[in-house]
């Protein structure tokens, strides 16, 4: 408890809880300290409500991130390790790069998908965000998993298609078949 009173957030809470239930303080004192209480908690409660409900409407999403990274770090070090250019030091510092970048990039990218409103622009625009995050860690241990299978696995169709939407950035590049288009 005296590491949380530390903090200057959590000291000054802790005292206007306190000084409200003083009983020698009067009314417009009890109501200054209540009304810091809100002030100054308010903004915290409020983010900690956005991200609980964010969470809860993307934890599916945020539960494939996590593996596709746990599965990208597992693949790096058998990569690395085959190769002969395995260094702890770079793992560390690449694995938490990544993890930095993909947490960064959503966030930005989803702030731009919230000024778009709820639309089916805004729609389209959150899955190809969800798509392409969750591809830079899946892309990367499949490419890595490629050269360890000497090109045959996955099959090169599935790796071009792959390349071809990270250059485009067009969905269809990734999951439509041409023949299907076609017809």
């Not at 599935?158 to 023949?179: H, P, V, W």
Request: hydrophobic letters at 50%; proline letters at 3%; a positive charge.
């Amino acid at each position: 408890m005296q590491q949380l009173l530390k903090i200057p957030f959590v000291n000054r809470l802790y005292s206007a809880v306190i000084l409200i239930n003083y009983d020698k303080a009067t009314w417009y004192d009890k109501l200054q300290y209540v009304s810091t209480i809100v002030v100054t908690s308010a903004p915290v409660v409020a983010f900690l409500n956005y991200c609980d409900v964010w969470y809860t409407t993307n934890s599916e999403f945020i539960t494939w991130v996590l593996i596709a990274l746990a599965f990208n770090i597992g693949v790096g070090w058998r990569y690395h390790s085959k190769m002969g250019t395995f260094s702890w030091k770079e793992f560390f510092a690449k694995n938490i790069s990544m993890f930095l970048n993909v947490v960064v990039v959503y966030v930005l990218l989803d702030l731009l998908r919230e000024a778009a409103g709820d639309n089916i622009v805004a729609e389209t625009f959150k899955v190809l965000i969800q798509v392409t995050t969750l591809l830079h860690p899946v892309s990367k241990a499949l490419k890595n998993i490629y050269v360890l299978n000497k090109k045959k696995f996955p099959p090169s169709f599935i790796m071009d298609r792959l390349y071809n939407f990270e250059k485009t950035g067009n969905i269809d590049d990734l999951y439509n078949n041409k023949e299907d288009n076609a017809a």
